[in-house]
């Protein structure tokens, strides 16, 4: 449990649906958190007005808007846009460091963090298409658990992102920490769709290819219509969106600074972030293709997709 800061410096194009994910990565966040385990948890994101609150059970999640006194149940599916708790430390470190080759590991000197003194670990990709230099990050030293990680992208001094926890205990939290109770008056609703990535994976009907750019599809994020692609560090997403989707993005992409026009969509690189949305013939949508790879990977990715079969859901 703790008290947790994040703060991204990637100032991605802000359009509806994807809001929440540019605030993420573009600003400083502020989390509380309680965490007994993987099915059983909760992360308030903490505003100067107000707080959000994700409670998460075996059976889904509970997203709680303290000013608006409304919560929304919804359940976990395999693909989805980031989330506070997905940046937490000890999450992000995972992701990152899942079938981390040891050769790609070094360490680095202790630092205090937390009140307590924590070794360190440098991850240097090999992978020729990945975007980020390195990612640094520090553990608890009895319990393992990350405290802060740092990613920097490639040509870059600063980092571009960094999570932190600024107080910390090992301790497993109460029962009663992590439990959802609606206060009384409070609006209650259930969502089976929670987001555009989410709608895409179940009801858009393709198969994407099982290799694009070189980097093969990971089977553990599912075999809907979204295809997760690479592994730790170096991964990219591919999200065939409807033109209701994506024509706002696009409108939002052309007017960011940096952007370009080239022959298979438009393309933005914000420190190790790329973007890619494509076009569909005939109509407005297009393949959003994102991730910690380079320019000419998404290139790549863009035609690779077009192999994508079209299915009856």
């Known amino acids: 449990s703790g008290y947790v800061e ?10 509806d649906r994807f809001t929440d994910v540019g605030d993420l990565f573009g600003q400083r966040t502020r989390m509380r958190v309680w965490w007994r385990g ?21 059976r889904g999640t509970t997203v709680w808007d303290y000013e ?12 989805r846009l980031p989330r506070t708790s997905d940046l937490l430390p000890p999450e992000l470190g995972r992701r990152l460091l899942k ?16 009140g307590r003194d924590a070794p360190g670990l440098r991850l240097t990709p090999t992978a020729p298409q990945s975007s980020i230099n390195h990612v640094d990050l520090w553990v608890d030293p009895n319990s393992g658990i990350p405290l802060r990680l740092a990613v920097y992208a490639k040509g870059d001094k600063t980092a571009a992102f960094t999570s932190e926890f600024m107080q910390f205990s090992a301790a497993r939290p109460s029962a009663s920490d992590t439990a ?24 858009a009907p393709l198969v994407p290819p099982h290799t694009v750019a ?25 999200i065939p969106l409807w033109d209701g989707a994506a024509e706002p993005l696009r409108e939002q992409l052309e007017i960011t600074p940096g952007v370009r026009l080239i022959d298979e969509g438009d393309v933005l690189s914000v420190g190790p972030l790329g973007i890619l949305l494509t076009q569909f013939p005939y109509y407005g949508g297009g393949w959003l293709i994102a991730g910690t790879v380079t320019e000419d990977t998404l290139i790549q990715a863009a035609h690779d997709v077009q ?3 079209t299915v009856l859901r």
């Not at 070189?214 to 730790?232: D, I, K, N, Q, T």
């Open 307 to 309: 192999q994508a079969r």
């Open 38 to 58: 993987p099915d059983d948890w909760r992360v308030d994101k903490v505003f100067a007005t107000g707080e959000t609150d994700l409670f998460h059970d075996a």
């Open 68 to 79: 608006k006194a409304r919560a929304v149940r919804m359940h976990d599916p395999d693909i």
């Open 214 to 238: 070189g980097l093969s599809r990971s089977r553990s994020a599912g075999l809907g219509a979204v295809g997760v692609y690479g592994r730790g560090v170096t991964q990219l997403v591919a």
């Open 180 to 203: 959802f109770e609606p206060p009384p008056g409070a609006d209650f609703s259930f969502d089976d769709v929670i987001d555009v990535a989410d709608a895409a994976d179940q009801f």
């Open 99 to 114: 079938d981390v080759d040891t050769s790609e590991l070094q360490r680095l000197p202790a630092e205090h963090l937390a």
């Open 6 to 15: 994040t703060l991204g410096t990637l100032q991605l194009p802000v359009a």
